[in-house]
């Protein structure tokens, strides 16, 4: 009697391990359990969003579905919506600003929990003052550096709170590269010169963060907040699909975005694969899948299309809203426009001011 022939380990994978079937075949408007969560956000639970552009569109579509996404600096009373946005307000659960690299968001907890301060933290232009570490949130700037120092204390408190209160934290990862100082290692949102400040080759260095630096950025994160807090957190990670703007690597482009989001997925995959805790939202897949055929993007292929960001929201919701992922709900959208991103307010696209 001859030895019984094994079966393939691939003979018992689900249609949805196979490409014909889990992507040919899909309507890539809904992409049957690309996601799957690992575990339920209830509407009770403490939200908090930090990161770059595209986090911001996960913010708006659960306020749409009532879940309670925290907001400890509101915009002031009688400010309408356009202005508000101009100068920050309610984009995020704090006033911070885009968060493009894990390296910023970790220095921005040390910072709340006075375990360290970063340097050169006001910058100037034209006789204003600015916040190094966001810019943008007060376009014309302060009259004094007291005054941004002073602002600044106001919304560390803020981050603080967030951080000790929140039960679900959504990191959006955006970009490894960044603008640093030299001497000390404190990182930028944008690079000096852009909006504030001024760029000087001895003072501030380049860097474009390797896998093993990213994750090692948001590991310390994770273990800060586990120290500083009384209570458990859950965390979902995403890897925005939105191409970088420029580079300064020296590669071209394309090539330059294709090295960052693949770093980035690798760290989201990492996490997800060693916490329990830590869920990873496919986003970046589901607008970037060769079955989307680039129609989730503007004509200018970095700006991702309203149907594009439904379609990711949905299936994300699909899974945590018991409602399902459509809905009647509509997520606010504001008026103003920063560059090419639509509602989507992104220092990082006017870097194409300084293109020739």
């Known amino acids: 009697m001859g030895k019984s022939k094994e079966a393939s380990p691939y003979e018992?994978?689900?249609t949805r391990g196979f490409w014909r079937s889990g992507v040919a075949q899909q309507d890539p408007l809904a992409i049957d359990g690309l996601y799957r969560r690992k575990f339920r956000i209830s509407r009770r639970d403490a939200i908090a969003t930090a990161g770059s552009c595209f986090a911001q569109h996960i913010a708006r579509h659960l306020r749409a579905r009532k879940f309670n996404v925290l907001q400890y600096e509101p915009a002031p009373r009688g400010m309408s919506a356009e202005l508000a946005r101009k100068y920050g307000f309610g984009i995020y659960t704090c006033r911070y600003g885009n968060i493009y690299t894990a390296a910023q968001m970790l220095q921005l907890a040390r910072e709340a929990f006075g375990v360290a301060e970063p340097v050169d933290r006001v910058?100037?232009?034209d006789g204003r003052f600015f916040d190094a570490q966001r810019p943008n949130v007060e376009p014309g700037g302060f009259e004094t550096a007291e005054q941004v120092l002073r602002a600044r204390s106001g919304h560390l408190a803020?981050?603080?709170r967030m951080l000790l209160e929140m039960d679900v934290f959504v990191f959006t990862f955006g970009l490894t590269e960044t603008w640093a100082h030299?001497?000390?290692g404190t990182v930028f949102p944008t690079a000096p010169g852009t909006i504030a400040g001024s760029y000087d080759a001895n003072v501030y260095e380049f860097q474009n963060h390797r896998h093993g630096r990213?994750?090692?950025?948001?590991?310390k994160l994770k273990k800060l907040l586990r120290s500083e807090r009384d209570k458990p957190l859950k965390t979902i990670v995403t890897v925005s699909p939105v191409p970088l703007t420029a580079t300064a690597s020296a590669q071209h482009?394309?090539?330059a975005s294709t090295y960052s989001k693949s770093v980035l997925r690798g760290v989201a995959g990492e996490l997800f694969e060693t916490y329990r805790d830590v869920d990873y939202f496919p986003s970046y897949e589901l607008i970037t899948a060769p079955a989307t055929r680039g129609m989730f993007f503007e004509p200018n292929l970095r700006s991702v299309t309203d149907t594009g960001v439904n379609t990711a929201m949905g299936a994300f919701l699909e899974q945590h809203d018991p409602?399902?992922?459509k809905s009647k709900a509509k997520p606010e959208i504001d008026s103003v426009s920063q560059g090419d991103n639509g509602d989507v307010v992104c220092e990082e696209v006017l870097l194409e001011a300084f293109q020739t």
């Open 123 to 125: 910058w100037q232009r």
């Open 158 to 160: 803020s981050v603080k």
């Open 253 to 255: 482009v394309l090539a």
């Open 214 to 219: 990213v994750l090692s950025d948001f590991v």
């Open 182 to 184: 030299k001497e000390s």
């Open 323 to 325: 409602k399902g992922g």
């Open 12 to 14: 018992d994978v689900p």
